[in-house]
């Protein structure tokens, strides 16, 4: 069962910066029963864990994934168990099992989520989930994809061009590009005033700008020159000492007028659209290149723009604290751990943490490692840190 939460950000607290008062959740009885936290036992019996998810009969996951649905048959055929799945962005995934909490309500098990700066630094800390690594995927995964907690995949907001209007390359090489007259209304991406990850790329250009002056160098021959309102903008602040090449970048960008949509799927379908004759650029989704159709749509990222062509971040699988079918989460959590379970995020442009569904996914999509690619990851604890200032600049410079 799908229920597709609605998406309604409008303030601060919905990109991400919420504040959970320095309580602490957790309750020694329920640790102890789910075997988490200190109570973690140095081996797991999976037949014991299986048995006992049979018994809860079902495992509830918030998900900032709809192809959760996907797995509700398969999961149920193997197991017995079903999946009752919550598509829910990552911020409000976390904001919503804080208000449970806080009202005594313990109603999910699994929290399938790419919102990295409050998970390490607020839900993490706070107990309001645990880390749980299924037994035997050491060999197979990187010290940082186990802790602080459990990567399943590693995603990424990139840019996008129409391949089909331009077949012989991408019309920039530059993110400086973004800013050009010609490219004034024709690039879309999420508001980052209303989607978290896109408030994160933004962040992360933000915290990029030695990379940003070289990149505005190579592309206009000269060194960065700052704007007069970024300079007035500086001078007024108490924060910020002086301007950079990513606030000039920033601000420049939002004067270009780009377009913000509510939906990763509807920028990439715009940029994609066959039928135009003068395609969009925009910023979403990596793993959208498996909506291409021929002769309907045709994107792709621009892989070689300078000096990125975007950020990619962890999604993670955690348990919340106190969920009711623990056992159900774990079995939940191996299984999409697993090739089976992983299927259906086993696209172009979703990177398995596992080293061994990699390998099978950069030979059957003919795409580079991971990480080879020109992304910037972000930095959770800077982004949270930051978070407030990155939106009272924002709003100055838009």
Known sequence: MLKRMNKKLLTSLAIGFIVLSGKTFADETWQKIAQVGKFASSTQDWAAIEAAAKKEGQVVIYS????????????????????????????????????????????????????????????????????????????????????????????????????????????????????????KGRTQLPSPLEDGLSANFIQTVLHNSAEMAAAYEREFGEPISFSEDVLEVVAESTTIDEPDASMEWLYRFLKNEPVFQSSTTKIFNNVGDVQQEKAPLGITTFSKMRKNKEGVYA?????????????????????????????????????????EGFSPWNEPGDFAARSSIEAKQLEKFNLPKFDDLKLWPIDPTEIYYTKYGFLALYLELS
């Open 64 to 183: 900032v994934s709809s192809r959760i649905a996907k797995l509700v048959d398969g999961f149920k055929e193997k197991y017995g168990i079903e999946i009752v799945g919550f598509d829910m962005p990552s911020d409000l995934q976390i904001e919503k099992l804080r208000r449970e909490h806080k009202a005594g309500i313990h109603a999910v098990d699994v929290l399938f989520n790419a919102e990295a700066p409050l998970l390490l630094n607020e839900a993490l800390p706070n107990n309001l989930v645990w880390n749980f690594i299924p037994s035997g995927l050491e060999p197979d995964l990187d010290a940082h994809e186990m802790e602080p907690f459990l990567v399943q995949r590693h995603s990424s907001r990139v840019v996008y061009y129409n391949t089909a209007l331009n077949p012989s390359g991408a019309p920039i090489d530059s993110i400086w590009d973004l800013t050009r007259e010609e490219w």
């Open 299 to 339: 994107a792709g990222p621009i892989f070689d723009l300078d000096p990125v062509f975007g950020v990619s971040y962890p999604t993670a699988l955690v348990m919340a604290d106190m969920a009711p079918n623990p056992n159900a989460a774990k079995l939940l959590i191996r299984y999409m751990m697993e090739e």
